[in-house]
């Protein structure tokens, strides 16, 4: 896209030389985000900046999921830069990008009213959960069920349930979060039940996606003992999880230490994502990704 101007701003793709400048940016408005975590979203999707002169004063990124889907975030404006249009001018581009594509984002209370006239409507909540002072629970697995580190033949599954859990197309991101990241299924006589990973993200590891089928009735427990798998190796170092308020696992991760730190509103644009019953996701990537 070629570069818009509205007065003294410049309105620009967002390059890979913008990192270290959007994480500055980051900083200041005191989000966790390292350089690294810049650096996977971007190459995962694709943004805008809002320029002032030299300056970087304004970030925003998007990411399409297959054909029809879609999510956007890491929006930013620099808080002496705020009231001037520039989020809303950031948020037109980058859904100029998506086109009708579903749509899905993350919004603070703050943020929703211009997300609803933008056409996006309230269709959820994810609860943020962290500390570095938690207790790790025992949680038993039952007769035949196991868990073990993810392997490449997993792949092709894991995708189609993280793709069925989000409702958004996977294919492209799981692959990639994958080389950054650790993760186990769990599995029973051969039957892969569920899987999580952890990797490094903002002040520590982030778990998530955390996903389950639900057949059996046995996914919040089995959601448990994904977690609890990561938490006996993280004890004591900072760990974060974004749980989404359907799963019913807050209260969970308040009770082992746990505690909710935030809580933001999840809006969708063109529709919802499709819904499929036979899983369920406990905890999702991040914010921006969902």
Known sequence: MSAAETSALLY?????DDIAAAHALSVDVKWPHRADDWRFVLDAGTGFIAQEGERVVGTALCWKYGDNGGSLGMVIVAPDCQGKG???KLMELLLDALGDRITVLHA?????????????ARIGAIHQHQSADFIVPRIELMQGEQLRAIEPRDTEALVAFASRASGLDRSALLPALLNVAKGIVLERDGE????????????GHAI????SVTADRQHARRAQALI???LAHNEGKFTRIDTPDESGLSAWLDGIGLKRADTVIKMARNGMPPHDASVAQFAIINQALG
């Open 12 to 16: 620009r793709s967002f390059t890979a």
């Open 86 to 88: 520039i989020g809303r």
């Open 108 to 120: 603070t209370p703050a943020g929703e009213p211009l997300y609803a006239k933008l056409g996006f």
């Open 192 to 203: 892969l039940l569920g899987f999580s990973l952890i990797r490094e993200f903002g002040r």
């Open 208 to 211: 998530g996606p955390v996903v």
């Open 228 to 230: 609890a798998h990561w």
